[in-house]
């Protein structure tokens, strides 16, 4: 089963232009993070974010949390051609697992495939 | 190379066949997942080791499929009986996970199998 759920599933954008991508989930989450994978390649981290925190940075990278409406937001600034990929979130369920806090697993959206025009 | 190695990265069988994947996770972390992801989809957990012990399985993994990681280092899974449905990208993943929360995935390449 899948519980995030990104939006849009897929983005086409100009090299220079900002590209935004949206994930929803159902339960309540230790942390959120996100995955870019290259086209046949495996999943390469970008980022985690905690449920304490509202938004972090890294490089061109922003990504905002908001709890109270089990949503999340990445946004790449000034896209490069290199960027096009999928990108996916993944939520570490709060629910009590073997040892009384992360259940352990990583949970995966559907994703939203980007593509960047030169 | 000290990421996470994934043999074969091809695999192409004919239904009914059995076929086992290795994973190589990096070597000082603890954890060591299994995923699946199929054309267009985002990966489908599998299940997850903390050192040797098997911690959890998805409820909807089939009973033709086992894993094992003796001693805590590497993983195998294996897939009996393969139906064509289980043709799929298995990606295996390791990372440094507390009881508190699970941390940063590191994935391998992937392994691709097709059945005919």
């Known amino acids: 089963s899948q519980q995030g759920e990104e939006d849009p599933q897929a983005l086409s954008i100009q090299e220079g232009e900002n590209a935004t991508m949206n994930c929803s989930y159902k339960t309540s989450i230790n942390n959120l993070q996100w995955y870019r994978q290259n086209s046949g390649r495996g999943l390469v981290h970008l980022i985690l974010i905690r449920s304490n925190e509202r938004e972090k940075h890294s490089g061109r990278l922003r990504v905002t949390l908001d709890t109270s409406k089990k949503s999340s937001s990445l946004l790449i600034t000034a896209s490069r051609a290199a960027d096009t990929a999928s990108y996916f979130c993944a939520t570490d369920d709060s629910i009590t697992g073997l040892y009384g806090g992360s259940q352990g697993n990583l949970i995966f959206g559907k994703g939203t495939k980007l593509s960047v025009k030169p | 190379d000290t990421g996470v190695s994934q043999n074969p990265r091809h695999k192409i069988t004919k239904r009914g066949q059995n076929v086992t994947f290795r994973c190589d996770p990096i070597?000082?972390?603890?954890?060591l997942y299994w995923y699946r992801q199929t054309l267009g989809q985002g990966p489908e957990f599998l299940t997850y080791?903390?050192?040797?012990?098997?911690?959890?399985k998805s409820r909807l993994l089939s009973d033709r499929f086992s894993a094992e990681r003796p001693k805590g280092s590497f993983s195998t899974l294996e897939i009996q009986r393969t139906e064509q449905g289980d043709s799929a990208m298995y990606l295996c993943a390791s990372s440094l996970g507390s009881s508190l929360n699970t941390g940063e995935l590191f994935f391998g390449e992937g392994s691709r199998l097709t059945v005919l």
């Open positions: 080791f903390q050192n040797e012990a098997q911690l959890e």
């Open positions: 070597s000082e972390h603890n954890r």
